[in-house]
Antibody, heavy 119, light 106 residues
Framework: EVQLVQSGTEVGKPGESLKISCKASGYTFTNNWIGWVRQMPGKGLEWMGIINPSDFDSRYNPSLQGQVTLSVDRSISTAYLQWSSLKASDTAIYYC????????????WGQGTLVTVSS | ETVLTQSPATLSLSPGERATLSCRASQSVSVLLAWFQQKPGQAPRVLIYDASNRATGIPARFSGSGSGTDFTLTINSLEPEDSAVYYCLQRGSWPWTFGQGTKVEI
């Protein structure tokens, strides 16, 4: 069974760094890209970026370029989303998801990680 | 960026009725469009992919149609558990984009 299990709720201060994780299981980690989706409080969904665990190729939504970094650790089948300097506007729920290749199917999602940024 | 515009913003219907949700793209996405259902406190769940293919385990009352720029999600015989926000997502061009959502109230 494919599973994406995300790290728990985070609370940070503006200017702090933060890294959240998404651990994959039930499939060969390098066979599929992993993506991240943001949902700000009471708002819709926004696709942030995707990363290919097999060659570390990554694509970012231009609206977020430079604000976050995607990475993976293939040895533990885990994808990461990180910030070097949090802002209050980063407060959101973040989902990881596994898009299928070549079709628009995205069946597998993490449970979401709530990040709250407040001074 | 391909902008997806969903309508209506809210749909209030009774059990047993049919819901028709629209998603229009600012440029062609071919058939690379999916529909998701999201309930409060839950991750999105895929209903339809590639415009008209039902995902595994999705009831037959959910159907999708369209190609290019105009897409429709139809929910026949609405049930109370269909109350949710529905989003379309295009994967025709990067960045992938979601519509703003349609809230369905039963």
């Amino acid at each position: 069974e494919v599973q994406l299990v995300q790290s728990g709720t985070e609370v940070g201060k503006p200017g702090e760094s933060l890294k959240i994780s998404c651990k994959a299981s039930g499939y060969t980690f390098t066979n599929n890209w992993i993506g991240w989706v943001r949902q700000m409080p009471g708002k819709g969904l926004e696709w942030m970026g995707i990363i290919n665990p097999s060659d570390f190729d990554s694509r970012y939504n231009p609206s977020l370029q430079g604000q976050v970094t995607l990475s993976v650790d293939r040895s533990i089948s885990t994808a990461y989303l990180q910030w070097s300097s949090l802002k209050a506007s980063d407060t959101a729920i973040y989902y990881c998801a596994r898009p299928e290749t070549g079709i628009s199917l995205i069946s597998h999602w993490g449970q979401g990680t709530l990040v709250t940024v407040s001074s | 960026e391909t902008v997806l515009t969903q309508s209506p913003a809210t749909l209030s219907l009774s059990p047993g009725e049919r819901a028709t949700l629209s998603c229009r793209a600012s440029q062609s996405v071919s058939v690379l469009l999916a529909w998701f259902q999201q309930k409060p406190g839950q991750a999105p769940r895929v209903l339809i992919y590639d415009a008209s293919n039902r995902a595994t385990g999705i009831p037959a009352r959910f159907s999708g149609s369209g190609s290019g720029t105009d897409f429709t999600l139809t929910i026949n015989s609405l049930e109370p558990e269909d109350s949710a926000v529905y989003y379309c997502l295009q994967r025709g061009s990067w960045p992938w984009t979601f519509g703003q959502g349609t809230k369905v109230e039963i």
